[in-house]
């Protein structure tokens, strides 16, 4: 039961990346603070991934495992001990948008499809070059204010069939710290067919994974480092990642993984070796994006990366044995190299240049069109042959 005043109009699928001011959302007449707004807007955690102590409950939504006290909210901020309930997020979106799958990024799963993407607010981590920071950290920091558009979890499901996109993905935040809200969408995705998404940072718990198993298929997980210091400035440990990564591809989800290569940080030919040769250790099948950073939020030393790191981010990851490595954000740059090719002949399966599918050559789903060898991933019977990689580019009203 959610309570509040959840239940409504989605006033626009929108996306509201840009920053606003917390001072400029307390001028506005009638307006609510926002975490007032947020904290009357909730559910009940699901018992799946909470457990009672003598003195609060043990959240096991994310890998930081908070003992939440009453009268007190987690790591996350949005997740609160209310006189002995842990409410959790529900009832609203902060984003909501129809976009190419490709541009989550899946590259293995219905390629050429649009996937309806939805966020909320808050995140477990604060990683200081947050390309999303207007809704992750809208409660941790003063600078961005993303305000929620409050709807019902029937609307958000019946845009994606509206809009003809076979997939709902979790997104722009945290989805591990909003996950009941994330699987009584999904809930109602899988009653159209649908299929359902994540796009996380990875910090995990074995009982939250186990709770999503029967409503979700997808995972993209940020692999940010491979340096546990790193991390632990991000506001999160290395091994929890490593061991969601083990655990999603023992589980059965399709995964993706996605690392942002940032110079001085991240970028060594070493770090990307040890990345790569972690992956191919858990599956040679794993696609491996390596994505190219540019100055964003409070991290705005270090230049854009330079197409030359991605190609050689992708040498080491196929160096590997990784079947499937993919440069990102440098669209046509990187040669051919954004392409998926059959691991068994090396001839070109999906033709691509950034978001836009130029060519899926497969005849029979998940087959080479050359050898006829396995290309892994969640393929459609009735695949589009190509794509304008645009999406909906505009809000969609309800």
């Not at 899946?106 to 607010?121: I, K, N, T, V």
């Not at 992750?136 to 509206?162: G, H, I, K, T, Y």
């Not at 995972?219 to 491979?226: A, Q």
């Not at 999160?236 to 990564?245: E, F, K, P, R, S």
């Amino acid at each position: 039961m959610i309570r509040g005043s959840a239940a409504g109009p989605i006033a626009a699928l929108y996306n509201p990346f840009y920053p606003m001011h917390r001072s400029e959302v307390s001028a506005m007449p009638g307006t609510t603070p926002l975490k007032t707004l947020l904290e009357g807007n909730t559910m009940p955690a699901d018992p799946a991934v909470i457990r009672e102590e003598k003195t609060g409950i043990r959240c096991y939504a994310c890998g930081h495992r908070c003992l939440v006290k009453p009268g007190r909210p987690g790591v996350c901020r949005v997740r609160f001990n209310d006189n002995g309930v842990l409410h959790v997020p529900a009832g609203y979106v902060a984003a909501l948008q129809v976009d190419p799958i490709e541009k989550k990024p899946f590259y293995h799963a219905f390629p050429g499809r649009d996937a309806l993407s939805f966020g909320m607010l808050g995140c477990d981590f604060h990683c200081g070059y947050c390309q999303n920071w207007v809704t992750s950290q809208a409660l941790r920091d003063d600078q961005a204010v993303s305000m929620p558009r409050f709807c019902d979890a029937d609307q958000v499901a019946d845009l994606a069939v509206e809009h003809k996109a076979p997939v709902i993905v979790s997104t722009y935040n945290e989805p591990l710290i909003s996950v009941e809200w994330a699987v009584e969408i999904f809930k109602r995705g899988r009653a159209h067919g649908l299929s359902c998404g994540f796009v996380s940072n990875g910090n995990a718990t074995p009982e939250v994974l186990e709770y999503l198993q029967p409503y979700l298929d997808l995972y993209k997980v940020d692999l940010k480092s491979f340096n546990d210091k790193h991390y632990r400035e991000l506001g999160g440990m290395l091994q929890n990642v490593l061991d969601t990564i083990r655990h999603l591809k023992d589980r059965g989800f399709w995964i993706e993984v996605v690392t942002l290569i940032v110079p001085g940080f991240n970028d060594s030919d070493a770090e990307l070796k040890e990345i790569a040769d972690f992956l191919a250790g858990v599956s040679v099948d794993i696609p491996w994006h390596v994505t190219a950073f540019r100055p964003d939020y409070k991290m705005t030393g270090p230049q854009r990366t330079p197409a030359e790191t991605l190609v050689r981010a992708y040498d080491i990851g196929r160096n590997a044995g990784l079947h499937y490595v993919y440069p990102g954000n440098i669209h046509g740059g990187v040669g051919d190299r954004e392409n998926t090719f059959c691991p068994g002949c090396n001839e070109v399966v999906i033709r691509r240049n950034g978001f836009y599918v130029q060519e899926n050559r497969m005849r029979d789903p998940g087959k080479c069109p050359g050898c006829g060898g396995d290309i892994v991933g969640v393929w459609e019977a009735q695949a589009p042959p190509a794509s304008d990689g645009n999406g909906i580019p505009r809000p969609v009203r309800v």
